[in-house]
């Protein structure tokens, strides 16, 4: 039988994260899981109720100047780089792991984690709800809509938008 254990309340002191650039913001409700394996850079606002889940095999990287919203959720098992000057809306959602296919004689829940990293460009902007599976690159300057599902890397300065996410335009030079 499994057994399933608590993960932790994920409070923290700054001083606990692995780095804290100066003028971080964590607004109330923060959690913040492994904050050894978590780095943020200078001038960072995390908003309430934000969810930063670290992870003991990979880490949680924030560059400078960023915004992340309220109620967002990244979960680092495969390493998440976020570059500089990204803005994050409320409710994003960045994974990534996922269970792999085990087949039908083995429960979902049973089947083998399988990890690939996350890596956000500089100068990015994750729409409101929108939502990163493992393994995505988004490259430098990308928009993404609210509510978009992105399910594969990203070229420089593109807009997406959709489930699942799909080009609409380059952002103009």
Same mark, same amino acid.
């Given at each position: ?18 780095? /804290? ?13 492994? &904050? ?7 001038? /960072? ?44 809306? &409320? ?67 593109? /807009? /997406? %938008?959709?489930?699942? %996410? ?8």
């Amino acid at each position: 039988m499994r057994r399933f254990r608590s993960h932790g309340d994920g409070r923290f002191q700054p001083e606990e994260l692995a780095a /804290v650039g100066d003028h971080a913001v964590f607004e109330e409700g923060v959690r913040i899981w492994h &904050p050894e394996r978590v780095y943020l850079g200078q001038n /960072v606002y995390v908003g309430h109720q934000a969810m930063l889940k670290g992870y003991y095999k990979n880490d949680l990287r924030i560059g400078d100047d960023c915004w992340i919203g309220q109620g967002c959720f990244f979960h680092a098992a495969g390493g998440i780089t976020v570059g500089d000057r990204v803005g994050v809306g &409320p409710f994003v959602k960045i994974l990534t792991s996922f269970h792999g296919e085990a087949g039908r004689a083995v429960p979902i829940l049973d089947s083998p984690l399988e990890f690939a990293p996350v890596v956000v460009g500089d100068d990015c902007d994750l729409g409101v709800g929108s939502l990163l599976l493992p393994g995505v690159t988004l490259g430098r300057g990308v928009q993404v809509g609210a509510g978009a599902v992105v399910t594969k890397d990203v070229p420089d300065f593109a /807009v /997406v %938008a959709g489930n699942p %996410a799909r080009i609409l335009r380059y952002r103009p030079e």
